[in-house]
Structure formats: structure tokens, C-alpha cells
């Protein structure tokens, strides 16, 4: 009998006890761990762990260990009380739309050096004094060219506990948000009826529901200001989650000062200045003079203001997320994340324009840019609460963790209200390690556009999408002018998981609407209620010709490199702050396998050439979404064979499924900024049990250190030592 990750619904009362108590049992040694009681080595000297980075078969820790009532049958983890909710009985939020405010807000303002101002630190963080900003100080993590880049848009947001949203804005009237008023009081929770989140339970932006959304455009840096508030007591934090962060804008194109590297973390009651130019890449030596009207960005009066840089490296849909060294998963799973929309002459957010330029993809038409109306973000996150109701992790597998509750925008398994027009949906897979595979209800076409917020050389017509990665973002159109009002249609979860591996199985349509699937993440989890005619015409179209890829084949290759995912890593370094643990690695260029150090260059790219990297999955087991920081890579090939790339690949892309067994040929650039980036599984489990590595770019030394410094972050401030580690491959 085949694993199951969850108790059935109808398990007896006996068993859901066991299941429970089980589940205790392992919510100690996580919350243990979280407060740094214990390190991942003890666990493992314990035998918490085996050597293969499985738990140990100890009843009660391990779920699938055979249970009282039978050897044979898996516990299960006992499932998410849902105090009586049924599906689709709430609205689902629109994201909460952030403020755009005038740099001259910002009180300090910000410089291009992180500020050193001191200020007393809690005594819980050690006491004494420390600096105001968490960002390493001096001239290597000052904003490169800060000058050519003044911010013109400030935002302002504090990590915090969850407290209830009285200045939700979603941008869009009610009728466009499934009715919901958004002048009254937005409680955390994850449905009307089920509990209020406590302040120890989710960490938001803001500590509000619904998501946060960035409105940005190319040519408007951005400067985003993170405060965190956080408790001080490392233990006041429900049992998991780290109250150092760091934010990563995935994938934006900055220096890596912004890039919310792993290793420079900030504390609470510091603010870190992340700097976020919004350029197109290549803006140094393609299209330098902006001349190219495709380059550019609305202007805010129906025109365009042409920018430096090549327009076929045009991005559109982003999130941002922490990125804390070993604590990615739980800091995310706990709401730590947000949407960024970039919008540029092509893709603007406005179906009206007709300038040649603009694509008129569903949107709007009342602004000049950035429309929400039609252009929907959705987040898909499976989440588990205990029996109180309060969110609740559990790493208790390291192959990945898997809730029982897919949440869409944070809500339960909402319904949305749409006109009968286009709809465009910016789909992001904000799980843990659960993959996802979605579909129609009445199997019919969904128009996949863009792939990791790149728009693809042309539109591609599915009836399933392919499976989504964490981390991937696809957007696609639905067209709902071919439904009666008062239809409904869902979407529908046809990516079966036994295990945080990799999917186990893709059922069909019909299998995933049986509701037959031991896996609850399967089957619907959106409902579409179509409610009106549309109040004006849908303008909005679909062209057939998108963004083409930038032409690199004129380009030598200056270095290719292999990246091999696997397990049974060893760790080359002692440093107990930079060196992770854990059976996850990664083996470069045929080297040993290796956990994650933060302290080790494993990668160091020359400054603006290209290179050609061989993604490699260690086994057949398991599928790994690899993320590389920084630019847009191409898929060159899958398995070796240029035929093998689906159309829906063949644009621009920053996380690469491996599939099981398989690899992944790509080609990158390294332009415009420098510093150290990283490459890691968004399988965030594994990226925390140690699956990441460090990559710098190298100028040979100028203007940038060569190799960089290692930041060491405390709350009375950062110190740098030599890199642990220069892998000899690397340079
Ligand atoms: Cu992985």
C-alpha cells in the first residue's frame, strides 16, 4: 500500500488521536531547533536522523512508521481541522496593493552606504549597540551606482505578527474583488470561519492578509524599505521561524546587495534598504543610447519613455520572498512573501493603447499602466493548522513538506467572480515542496503567456498546464465570454503527491475530480463564478507574437559548468555560522557533493560573458526546481536534445524542474551589476537541509573584491571574514 501523507477524513478516532500525538511529538523537536536548543548536527548524532537524511523510524516521529492498528498501514499525519468550513464559501482577495510613496517619505533617507547610526540593541539580541540598518556596511554592499539610479518610488513594510488589515487596497472596485469591502476590517485568517491567526503563528508584510503587491515600472527604482519587528525572543515564534530575514525580489536584476543574499540577514528593530533599479538587462552595451521604442516604459500619459537595454529581456511578473540561511521554508510558510508586477511599453497593463508596441494583454483601461481589473495575481500555497487552528509546520520529512489545505491568496479554497471576458491570472506556486499541475474543471483551454514572469515568443493553447514548480510563475489567459452567466468552472489540482519528493503521479482530469485521491491537495481548489456581461467591451487581446528570445548565438560560450542535485552531501567546511547541514548537496563540475556553506565560492562567472550550465538531477526519485539568482537563463536543452523543450520553456526562464533523472542545458549572461548570488532547489526543504551554493560574478578585481568578502551579520553589527571555501573550479 502506497504511503499517505494525511489520515483519510474517516479515520477512526483512535487513530487520529496517534496521529496527533505523533504530531506533537515532532512539533517539539521543530520548535526546538527553531530556537537554536538544538543544531541539525545534534539531531542527526541522535539518530533523529539516518545517514540518508530520512527520519528515523521511531514511532511516533516518523508518520509512515506502521502504526497499533496494523503493520502494514501508515499513520498518516492527522489533517487540519476545518471547524465545519466547506470549500468555496468565501470570496478570495485581490493582493493588497502597496503604497507608492515619494522618496522624501522615508525618515532617514536612504544612502547609498548602508547607515551605521547606532541605536541600543535589546538585551534579548545580546545588548549594547548596533547599527540601524542590518545591511553589511562600506563600500562592497553599497548600492551600486546609486547615482545613475536615484530611487523615484519609496515603499515602506515591517515584518510583524498578524494583526487585522484596516487599509486594504486592492485597487480595483468591489464588484471586481467577488464583493468584498475592503473599508471593513481584514482579519487574518484563512476563512471567515476559521480562527484568527495569533501574532506568533504568521509573519506577513505588515502583518496583514491579504499578499502585498508592488506596482513598479522599467526606469522607476524603486527603494524598498524592510523594517523588522519581529520578536527579539527567538523563542516567541509559535513553535517555527526565524525572526532574522532577508528578502530576495525573485528574480530581480540588481546588484547583490539587493539580491536579499542568504548570509546577510537583519535583526529585529533594523531596516534593511533594498535598492531596486527595474532595468533591462544588457542595459550597458545593448541598445545603450535608448533609441529602441520597444524598450521602454509608460510614461504615465499614454506615451512611452524609452530606457536602456534589450526589450526581449522584458520581465513582468515577480514575487519576493525571505531568503534566511536554513530558514527559507518556515519564514515563507509563514507568510514572508509578496507580488511585484513590472510593467514596460510592451506589457503596461492596459488593453486600450494602440501605439504598436503595446500588447493589450487583459487588464484595463482607466490607468495609463498597471490595470488590475482583469490582471488577477494568484498565489497557491498548501498550508496545515493544528487542532486550535493555528498554522502549523512540520519538517519531519526532509524530502519536502506537504499541507492538507490549498489556500489561493492566503484564503481556503476561495471563489472568484469574473465577467464573461478575458481574464488574465499571474499564477505563482508559493508552496513549500508541493508541485502543481492545473486544469480546467471542463477541461477546456487555458492560453499560457508567460513563464517566470517572462512573456513567451508566442501564446501556447493547453487544456492541462504542465506541472508548476515552487517558485515558477505562469501566467495564463482564460477566456470566460464562452459561459453562460450564473456557470461556475474550477480550477482543478491534478498533480498527486504520496511524498515531498516530486509529484508521484499526474492524474487525469477525471481522477482528480473523483475526489478518490488520498492526497488532498488534489482536485478543486478555485471556483470561477461567472456572474455579468461585461460592463464595457473586452479590448483586451492575445497576440500571436509575444517577446522572441534575445539572439545569444553571435556570443562565444565563454565557460560551461555542471551542477549535480543529489543527496548524501558532505560539508567541507567547520564555520558553525556559514556551513549548513543536511542531506541535501550540490556537486560542481564533478567535484564531491557538497551541503551548503554560505562562506564557499563555488561558481565565479567572468563579468559579462556568457556561460552554458548543465543542471543535473542526482536520481530518479525525486524532481528539484532549481533557481538561479540574477538573469534570465534559456533552456538549450532537456536531456541533451534541443527537442525535448516544451513551447511553453522556450521563452526566458529562472527556475528549471529537473524532472526525475533528468537535466537541463541552459545559457545565461552575467551584466550589469556584480556581487555574490546564489543557486539553490525552491524545493525550500531542501534548499534549507542544504541544497544551495554561492556564485559570484568576477571582474578580475575591478572595481569588485576578488574574491568577496563573507558578511558575518550580528545585531550589534556585520563583520566579514575570507571565503571558507574557493571550490577550484570556480574562477
Ligand atoms: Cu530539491
Not at 520553456?649 to 546564489?678: A, C, I, N
Request: glycine fraction near 10%.
Amino acid at each position: 500500500m502506497s504511503n499517505r501523507i494525511y489520515l483519510p477524513l474517516n479515520a477512526s478516532k483512535a487513530r487520529q488521536r496517534e496521529a496527533e500525538s505523533a504530531r506533537k511529538n515532532r512539533a517539539e523537536i521543530v520548535r526546538a531547533w527553531s530556537h537554536g536548543q538544538v543544531s541539525r548536527r545534534e539531531l542527526f548524532r541522535w539518530g533523529l536522523f539516518t545517514a540518508g537524511g530520512l527520519l528515523a523510524p521511531i514511532r511516533g516521529l516518523n508518520p509512515f512508521v506502521g502504526s497499533a492498528y496494523g503493520d502494514s498501514i501508515p499513520t498518516g499525519a492527522p489533517r487540519s481541522p476545518l471547524f465545519g468550513v466547506q470549500p468555496f464559501t468565501q470570496p478570495m482577495p485581490r493582493f493588497d496593493v502597496l503604497p507608492r510613496n515619494p522618496v522624501s517619505s522615508l525618515n532617514p533617507f536612504p544612502t547609498a552606504q548602508s547607515n551605521q547610526t547606532l541605536q541600543r540593541v535589546d538585551p534579548a539580541l545580546g545588548g549594547g549597540f548596533g547599527p540601524i540598518e542590518g545591511r553589511p556596511p562600506g563600500a562592497v554592499w553599497a548600492h551600486q551606482r546609486f547615482n545613475v539610479f536615484p530611487p523615484k518610488v519609496a515603499m515602506e513594510v515591517t515584518q510583524q505578527g498578524a494583526r487585522v488589515n484596516s487599509i486594504y487596497n486592492p485597487a480595483v472596485p468591489s464588484s471586481l474583488n467577488s464583493g468584498i469591502d475592503p473599508t471593513s476590517p481584514f482579519s487574518p485568517r484563512f476563512h471567515p470561519g476559521l480562527p484568527a491567526q495569533g501574532s506568533l503563528a504568521l509573519w506577513t508584510f505588515n502583518g496583514t492578509l491579504p499578499p502585498k503587491l508592488v506596482i513598479g515600472r522599467y526606469g522607476e527604482p524603486i527603494l524598498f524599505r524592510h523594517h523588522n519587528r519581529l520578536p527579539v525572543d527567538v523563542a516567541q515564534n509559535g513553535g517555527f521561524g526565524r525572526h532574522t530575514i532577508s528578502t530576495h525580489e525573485h528574480n530581480g536584476h540588481h546588484g547583490a546587495e539587493n539580491d536579499g543574499f542568504t548570509g546577510a540577514h537583519f535583526f529585529p528593530n533594523q531596516f534593511y534598504d533594498y535598492h531596486w533599479p527595474i532595468v533591462l538587462a544588457g542595459r550597458d552595451t545593448f541598445n545603450a543610447d535608448a533609441t529602441d521604442f520597444r524598450a521602454g516604459s509608460p510614461d504615465g500619459s499614454g506615451g512611452i519613455i524609452k530606457v536602456p537595454g534589450d526589450w526581449r529581456e522584458t520581465m513582468s511578473t515577480h514575487w519576493f520572498h525571505d531568503h534566511m540561511f536554513s530558514f527559507t521554508s518556515q519564514n515563507v510558510y509563514k507568510g514572508s512573501f509578496g507580488m511585484f508586477n513590472i510593467y514596460s511599453a510592451l506589457d503596461r497593463g492596459n488593453e486600450g493603447i494602440n501605439d504598436g508596441v503595446n500588447l493589450r494583454l487583459p487588464s484595463g483601461t482607466a490607468n495609463d499602466f498597471g490595470n488590475l481589473d482583469f490582471d488577477v495575481n494568484l498565489v497557491l500555497a498548501d498550508k496545515a493548522w493544528d487542532q486550535g487552528g493555528q498554522l502549523s509546520f512540520d519538517i519531519f520529512n526532509f524530502d519536502g513538506f506537504l499541507g492538507d489545505a490549498v489556500t489561493v491568496n492566503l484564503a481556503y479554497k476561495p471563489f472568484f467572480e469574473v465577467e464573461r471576458r478575458k481574464y488574465r491570472f499571474r499564477i505563482l506556486n508559493g508552496a513549500v515542496s508541493r508541485f502543481f499541475k492545473l486544469a480546467l474543471s471542463d477541461g477546456s483551454v487555458m492560453i499560457q503567456i508567460a513563464n517566470d514572469g517572462n512573456l513567451l515568443p508566442h501564446p501556447v493553447y493547453l487544456t492541462a498546464l504542465d506541472e508548476q514548480g515552487i517558485a515558477e510563475r505562469y501566467d495564463i489567459v482564460i477566456d470566460f465570454s464562452r459561459y453562460r452567466i450564473g456557470e461556475k468552472v474550477s480550477l482543478v489540482n491534478l498533480a498527486e503527491h504520496q511524498d515531498g519528493k516530486r509529484p508521484a503521479e499526474d492524474l487525469t482530469l477525471a481522477q482528480a475530480l473523483s475526489g478518490q485521491s488520498p492526497d488532498p491537495g488534489v482536485g478543486r481548489f478555485l471556483e470561477f463564478r461567472v456572474v455579468r456581461d461585461p460592463a464595457k467591451p473586452d479590448v483586451s487581446q492575445v497576440p500571436d507574437t509575444m517577446i522572441p528570445n534575445p539572439d545569444l548565438s553571435k556570443i562565444p560560450v565563454a565557460r560551461e559548468r555542471v551542477f549535480e542535485f543529489g543527496r548524501g552531501a558532505g560539508q567541507s567546511s567547520s564555520n558553525p555560522i556559514t556551513a549548513g547541514a543536511g542531506p541535501w548537496g550540490i556537486r560542481t563540475d564533478n567535484g564531491a557533493t557538497l551541503a551548503a556553506d554560505f562562506g564557499r565560492v563555488s561558481a565565479a562567472p567572468r563579468f559579462g560573458t556568457r556561460e552554458v550550465w548543465t543542471l543535473k538531477n542526482g536520481g530518479a526519485g525525486w524532481d528539484h526546481p532549481i533557481h538561479i539568482h540574477f538573469e534570465e537563463g534559456q533552456i538549450l536543452a532537456r536531456d541533451g536534445k534541443a527537442s525535448n523543450v516544451p513551447p511553453w520553456e522556450q521563452g526566458r526562464k529562472d527556475v528549471y524542474r529537473l524532472h526525475p533523472g533528468g537535466s537541463v542545458t541552459l545559457t545565461m549572461q552575467f551584466r550589469d551589476w556584480g556581487g555574490m548570488f546564489m543557486e539553490h532547489c525552491h524545493n525550500t526543504v531542501h534548499e534549507d537541509n542544504a541544497m544551495l551554493l554561492r556564485w559570484e560574478i568576477d571582474d578580475g578585481g575591478t572595481p569588485f573584491l576578488r574574491p568577496l568578502p563573507t558578511p558575518i551579520p550580528t545585531p550589534q553589527g556585520v563583520t566579514f571574514i575570507d571565503p571558507d571555501d574557493i571550490l577550484p573550479t570556480a574562477l
